[in-house]
């Protein structure tokens, strides 16, 4: 069971340093630093800001892409949040690759 849980975190990490880069460089180096473990009282409430600036998409600057961020950033430290990033991020591997940088898989 742990090699099991072991194996879903090593995927989800991995998902989610290729979500990153794919992020203007400036906002993952901001994202990169908020990820660290002694950062996480400031992690939380700039994870609930992104939460909020993605449901506010339609706004100019907000955008839809700030969604996946805030719940990766709850996800350090909320179990459910982690739950939900992993299956978010195994979604888009397998939906829309290319939003994680990879190619189509040819079908």
Same mark, same amino acid.
């Given at each position: ?5 072991d194996?879903n975190?090593a995927?989800r990490?991995?998902? =989610?340093h290729? $979500?990153l880069?794919r992020?203007p460089?400036k ?5 990169? +630093?908020? #990820? ?9 409430p700039i994870? =609930?800001v992104? $939460?909020?600036?993605?449901m506010?998409w339609?706004l100019?600057?907000?955008?839809? +892409?700030? #969604?996946?961020v805030?719940?990766i950033l709850l996800?350090e430290?909320?179990?459910?949040f982690?739950r ?9 591997e397998r939906?829309?690759p ?6 189509k898989?040819?079908q």
């Open positions: 069971m742990a090699n099991h849980q194996y975190e995927e990490q991995r998902r =989610i290729l $979500l880069d992020l460089i906002v993952r180096n901001a994202v990169q +630093w908020l #990820l660290t473990p002694e950062r996480r009282w400031i992690r939380i994870a =609930i992104f $939460l909020i600036g993605g506010l339609f100019p600057i907000l955008g839809i +892409w700030m #969604l996946p805030g719940i996800a430290d909320v179990p459910l982690r939900l990033s992993a299956s978010l991020l195994a979604w888009i939906r829309h290319s939003w994680l940088g990879l190619d898989p040819a």
